[in-house]
Nanobody, 120 residues
Framework: QVQLTESGGGLVQTGGSLRLSCTYSGRTYDRIHIAWFRQTPGKEREFVAIVFWTDNRTYNPDFAKGRFTISKDGANVFLQMNHLYPNDTAVYYC???????????????WGQGTQVTVSS
């Protein structure tokens, strides 16, 4: 079992920044990949960023490149979000998997989510 807890969400104006944190623990906590996803009502969870435990390599989809940066420090994973827009408003989730994947359904463990709201 892996437990994940997110924090750092909130309300920010367009163009602003937020830093999300995810603290994880569990029996195999040092051999899992950690990713961030986001979800808005009525839509599927969208991949935002991932850090791979094997070499700490990171990956973002195109919409996040240059704005969202994932980093890891021990059992804490951070998502630095800059230049935020109203369409970045969502619940952001931290998730863990042992598989080499960015597909939400392949992630075995999820946090409770943290709300990010970007006002116009």
């Amino acid at each position: 079992q892996v437990q994940l807890t997110e924090s750092g969400g909130g309300l920010v104006q367009t163009g602003g920044s937020l830093r999300l944190s995810c603290t994880y623990s569990g029996r195999t906590y040092d051999r899992i990949h950690i990713a961030w996803f986001r979800q808005t009502p009525g839509k599927e969870r969208e991949f935002v960023a991932i850090v791979f435990w094997t070499d700490n390599r990171t990956y973002n989809p195109d919409f996040a490149k240059g704005r969202f940066t994932i980093s890891k420090d021990g059992a804490n994973v951070f998502l630095q979000m800059n230049h935020l827009y109203p369409n970045d408003t969502a619940v952001y989730y931290c998730a863990a998997t042992k598989s080499f994947t960015i597909t939400a359904s392949d992630f075995d463990y999820w946090g409770q989510g943290t709300q990010v709201t970007v006002s116009s």
